[in-house]
């Protein structure tokens, strides 16, 4: 602290916990994992959507090559 009156020579802080601690009550787990689940399965309806179609799409030639197309541009996008 200063002598004269003035402000003080050092500031001291308090710095408390600064790691978030993780919610581990049973119905913010229960949320996150329905949560997790329904994206997984979102996910992977998607990609057997795309299997599908393309298996759809193999029996017309004319349109295979479109199909063929856009399997190159859905599949790596999906199992990224």
Known sequence: MAT???APDEIELTVGDVH???RLQ???LWAQE???ASLAI???LLLA???VWSLFQVGNAAAWTN???ALQIL???ETA
Do not use: M, N, S
Request: charged share 25%.
């Open 4 to 6: 004269d009156g003035g």
């Open 20 to 22: 978030p601690q993780p």
């Open 26 to 28: 049973e119905r913010h």
């Open 34 to 36: 329905l949560v997790r």
């Open 42 to 44: 979102a996910f992977f």
């Open 49 to 51: 959507l795309t299997v």
């Open 67 to 69: 199909a063929k197309e």
């Open 75 to 77: 599949l790596p996008v």
